[in-house]
């Protein structure tokens, strides 16, 4: 596999590129990306029923990535041994003209600064609806970002809250 640059492929227009999944290498590589998000994001609901609010963050965290990182993939029809995404790699790749969606990064960005935090962040307590709002978010989130790369909805990302509408 070539190694590719970051910063090339994050500034062509998203609305340029056709997407092309005749190549089933990309295309599994994508759901590959969609199912982590979604393991992430059920075990981030499981983590919150026990009260483990940090590592729920951590996993919310894990999970929008994850399914930037299928963004990327499909945006760029292109594989990489490993997609390090930076914040400012997120907002390139997500904030679009077709979608601004720059609360998505800015709440993106909140969250991943809390679980790097020096300051120990997670030495603070956090409320259930706290989590519970956090959680809802993320989950948004991934549907949105599950709709830019899967045209099928039966091969979207599944929200969380569709079995347990109590949540919301």
Do not use: W
Request: glycine share 0%.
């Amino acid at each position: 596999m070539k190694n590719y640059s970051l910063s090339n492929h994050l500034h062509s227009d998203p609305d340029s590129i056709q997407p092309n999944h005749s190549d089933p290498n990309i295309l599994n590589c994508m759901m590959d990306f969609q199912k982590l998000a979604q393991y992430q994001i059920k075990l981030a609901q499981i983590m919150r029923n026990y009260h483990q609010f940090h590592n729920c963050l951590i996993l919310c965290d894990r999970a929008m990535f994850s399914l930037a990182k299928a963004v990327y993939v499909h945006r760029n029809q292109i594989i990489l041994s490993s997609i390090n995404l930076s914040i400012t790699d997120v907002l390139r790749l997500i904030h679009t003209d077709a979608e601004p969606s720059l609360d998505m990064v800015l709440f993106m960005g909140t969250v991943h600064y809390l679980i790097s935090a020096e300051d120990n962040a997670h030495n603070k307590p956090m409320k259930l609806e706290e989590v519970d709002r956090l959680l809802f978010r993320t989950d948004h989130i991934l549907i949105c970002l599950s709709r830019r790369i899967v045209a099928d909805p039966a091969e979207r990302y599944q929200s969380i809250f569709k079995e347990n509408q109590s949540m919301k």
